[in-house]
């Protein structure tokens, strides 16, 4: 894997449950930018989070939580060593280094439906 390279994880993805993006594999990055597109949007609220997996348990820990929306719109999360206060267009940061292993996951509440873009930006070798 090169250095900052992008990855789409899901175009335009219709679900009418919670969203769990594909286990990712990162190779060698020391972080990652997730942007969030979520274009359409019924109900009351959702959340995106970022997950990194622990490998012997199969079990997932969340590392970087947005608060509830309930609209659509652009959310972006940075994982990142280091990385310091969300600001200018990040929503939800955390300074822990990526994991090997690591989701997308939107999270509805009361919602019919929802569709989003889930783009990944690995940064940092």
């Given at each position: 894997?090169?250095?900052?390279q992008?990855?789409?994880?899901?175009?335009?993805?219709?679900?009418?449950?919670?969203?769990?993006s594909?286990?990712?594999?990162?190779?060698?990055?020391?972080?990652?930018?997730?942007?969030?597109d979520?274009t359409?949007?019924?109900?009351t609220?959702?959340?995106?989070?970022?997950?990194?997996?622990?490998?012997?348990?199969?079990?997932?820990?969340?590392?970087?939580?947005?608060?509830?929306?309930?609209?659509?719109g652009?959310?972006t999360?940075?994982?990142?060593?280091?990385?310091?206060?969300?600001?200018?267009?990040?929503?939800?940061?955390?300074?822990?280094?990526?994991?090997?292993?690591?989701r997308?996951?939107?999270?509805?509440?009361?919602?019919?439906?929802?569709?989003?873009?889930?783009?990944?930006?690995?940064?940092?070798?």
């Amino acid at each position: 894997m090169a250095d900052n390279q992008d990855i789409i994880i899901s175009s335009s993805e219709t679900t009418t449950a919670t969203y769990n993006s594909p286990d990712q594999d990162n190779l060698n990055s020391r972080g990652v930018i997730v942007v969030v597109d979520v274009t359409a949007f019924t109900g009351t609220n959702y959340t995106v989070s970022l997950q990194i997996k622990d490998e012997l348990s199969g079990k997932y820990v969340s590392i970087a939580a947005d608060s509830a929306q309930t609209a659509t719109g652009t959310r972006t999360l940075l994982v990142y060593p280091g990385a310091g206060a969300a600001a200018q267009g990040v929503n939800v940061s955390a300074g822990f280094p990526l994991a090997r292993k690591w989701r997308v996951v939107i999270t509805k509440t009361a919602v019919s439906a929802f569709t989003a873009t889930v783009v990944a930006h690995y940064t940092g070798v």
